[in-house]
């Protein structure tokens, strides 16, 4: 077998005519169960994100605004917080990413599934209590989202 020299720093692909078949991730468009599932993960993510800057809420220090006024270092060291915040920036990108190709129509209720996440991780989390009336608004919000979801596209 002949070396090619395929694996050689400077190798250069041979030039020609035929377009590349390589398409850039970030620049080819989303098919409507990609923008979907994307924004079904975004969902999961700023639910984690908001579990996350609860819990660095509840580490900073009393006082309020007057406190982290005196020490601004405090929000540079609150992991959970950072934690929070970047979960949230990676959501927004995420987000921008399925409304680009999806319908808003249907992809901008499927957010509303953050209350529910948020919901049951908080019953896990920090032992909150379920009560009817949040029972209700969880089954609403699902059937609400469900029902646009098979609406939409047509």
């Not at 129509?105 to 379920?130: C, D, G, K, Q, R």
């Not at 609403?140 to 609406?151: F, H």
């Amino acid at each position: 077998m002949r070396y090619h020299g395929y694996f050689r720093s400077d190798f250069q692909p041979p030039l020609n005519d035929a377009p590349s078949t390589f398409v850039n991730p970030l620049q080819r468009t989303l098919t409507h169960r990609e923008s979907i599932g994307l924004v079904f993960c975004c969902t999961l993510l700023g639910a984690a994100a908001q579990i996350l800057m609860k819990i660095g809420a509840h580490n900073l220090p009393p006082g309020g605004p007057s406190a982290i006024a005196a020490d601004p270092l405090v929000l540079l060291t609150n992991f959970a917080l950072l934690g929070g915040l970047s979960l949230y920036g990676l959501f927004t990108l995420l987000l921008i990413f399925a409304l680009r190709d999806g319908e808003l129509s249907v992809i901008y209720p499927i957010i509303a599934l953050n209350y529910v996440w948020v919901t049951i991780l908080s019953l896990i989390l920090f032992h909150e209590t379920m009560n009817p009336f949040k029972a209700a608004g969880i089954g609403v919000i699902v059937l609400g989202v469900t029902i646009l979801g098979r609406g939409g596209g047509r």
